[in-house]
T-cell receptor, first 115, second 111 residues
Framework: DGGITQSPKYLFRKEGQNVTLSCEQN?????MYWYRQDPGQGLRLIYY???????QKGDIAEGYSVSREKKESFPLTVTSAQKNPTAFYLC??????????????FGEGSRLTVL | QQPVQSPQAVILREGEDAVINCSSS?????VHWYRQKHGEAPVFLMI?????EQKGHEKISASFNEKKQQSSLYLTASQLSYSGTYFC????????????FGGGTRLMVKP
């Protein structure tokens, strides 16, 4: 079955450490997204990518970095520069192009806690 | 750039109707609607495109007023399973697939 896989599901990090969240999709989607969600809040866009080797900053990119070396993979690194990284992180993808409506498909999320 | 949703919260009895609104100050290419249960990923409900095309679940209806850059999600004859947080997401015209979300509307359906 096609879908989006995020790992790990739960992650604990000490202050000052970088951590990388994995996102893999086998839907052959061109666009991929990373969102952050704090308790009781909406989804805030961190980064998105429309094509391999290209990505754009969202509304809250500071303290985060991404790469898009393969179409199916879009890992997110939470760096030590991110002051308050404890949150629920959601990866999503969507098809682009003629005939595509472009609805988002979400992964199950990764919950990061900084100790 | 982020859309604004209203109301922030709604409490219904089973069988009652509700309308959730989403508005933007920018020209929109698409409006998306998703529902999220606590601790889970959002689930797709509906997408409405500039020009009138739309795709979604058959029990869900929504509208997109392109002149006003507003969308509404209509929940009729609500069921307990409709409880959750509803998010609208928008893509602006000429913004290259940047998709941002509103703050959400919490819906609680009571027996």
């Amino acid at each position: 079955d096609g879908g989006i896989t995020q790992s790990p599901k739960y992650l604990f990090r000490k202050e000052g450490q970088n951590v990388t969240l994995s996102c893999e999709q086998n839907l052959n989607h061109d666009a991929m997204y990373w969102y952050r969600q704090d308790p009781g809040q909406g989804l805030r866009l961190i980064y998105y990518s429309q094509i391999v080797n290209d990505f754009q900053k969202g509304d809250i990119a500071e303290g985060y970095s991404v790469s898009r070396e393969k179409k199916e993979s879009f890992p997110l690194t939470v760096t030590s520069a991110q002051k308050n990284p404890t949150a629920f992180y959601l990866c999503a993808s969507k098809p682009l192009g003629t005939g595509a409506y472009g609805e988002l498909f979400f992964g199950e999320g990764s919950r990061l806690t900084v100790l | 750039q982020q859309p604004v949703q209203s109301p922030q919260a709604v409490i219904l009895r089973e069988g009652e109707d509700a309308v959730i609104n989403c508005s933007s100050s920018k020209a929109l290419y698409s409006v998306h609607w998703y529902r999220q249960k606590h601790g889970e990923a959002p689930v797709f409900l509906m997408i409405l495109l500039k020009g009138g095309e739309q795709k979604g679940h058959e029990k869900i209806s929504a509208s997109f007023n392109e002149k006003k850059q507003q969308s509404s999600l209509y929940l009729t004859a609500s069921q307990l399973s409709y409880s959750g947080t509803y998010f609208c997401g928008t893509e602006m015209v000429n913004a290259g697939n940047m998709l941002t979300f509103g703050g959400g509307t919490r819906l609680m359906v009571k027996p």
